[in-house]
């Protein structure tokens, strides 16, 4: 079976301040996608990282895949207060189509 | 539609009841899900459809659950018998091809049984 596990499961920090959330696995998926959920809606992608060892960027977010593609990481650069919500990796299998998310890592950013 | 749409957006149902919740996906989207997601935790793989066919239901979790796709396009989860554990927000999905692609997810319908 496969699992995601992301840490920490809950972070509240000050505006301005940086932060990183990982998601870890012992197996090794085809893609990794980062999505970020608001109350209320559906998730909505962020990124999809599927090279070993890539890095990409989006404003103040700098996602990362590691080098076995078994774990990614997200960074949040001088974090603003429309930065909460749920944060979601999910890895993706390129012979099955499925999805599997991780249990998500809630963040509150306070002014 | 311009997006995926899941009606109801809220049902409310007496344990013991049949329940069907319904997802229209983005047009010409082939691969559909379902999830099911608790409060403040991840979403739940339920069940994917690759056109008409479900491609991987492993996530259902027990005969009660039911997912039909008969033209490809509109989806419908179906519970028999619902329990009170079965309360949760059901999400539905979609995507152009189903592989290591971009899911689009509809806003859910939180499913509520007394």
């Known amino acids: 079976t496969q699992l995601l596990e992301q840490s920490p499961q809950f972070l509240s920090i000050q505006e301005g301040e940086n932060l990183t959330v990982y998601c870890n696995s012992s197996?090794?998926?085809?893609?990794l996608q980062w999505y970020r959920q608001e109350p209320g809606e559906g998730p909505v992608l962020l990124v999809t990282?599927?090279?070993?060892?890539e890095v990409k960027k989006l404003k103040r977010l700098t996602f990362q895949f590691g080098d076995a593609r078994k774990d990614s990481s997200l960074h949040i650069t001088a974090a603003q207060t429309g930065d909460t919500g749920l944060y979601l990796c999910?890895?993706?299998?390129?012979?099955?189509?499925?999805?599997?998310f991780g249990q998500g890592t809630t963040l509150q950013v306070k002014p | 539609g311009a997006g995926v749409s899941q009606t109801p957006s809220n049902k409310v149902t007496e344990k013991g009841k049949y329940v069907e919740l319904r997802c229209d996906p983005i047009s010409g989207h082939t691969a559909l899900y379902w999830y099911r997601q608790s409060l403040g935790q991840g979403p739940e793989f339920l069940i994917y459809f690759q056109g008409t066919g479900a491609a991987d239901d492993s996530g259902l979790p027990n005969d009660r659950f039911f997912a039909v796709r008969p033209e490809g396009s509109v989806s419908t989860l179906k519970i028999q018998r619902t329990e009170r554990g079965d309360s949760a927000v059901y999400l539905c999905a979609s995507s152009k091809t189903g592989t290591n692609e971009k899911l689009f997810f509809g806003s859910g319908t939180q499913l509520s049984v007394l």
């Open positions: 197996s090794v998926f085809s893609s």
């Open positions: 990282v599927v090279t070993g060892g």
């Open positions: 999910a890895g993706g299998s390129s012979n099955t189509g499925k999805l599997i």
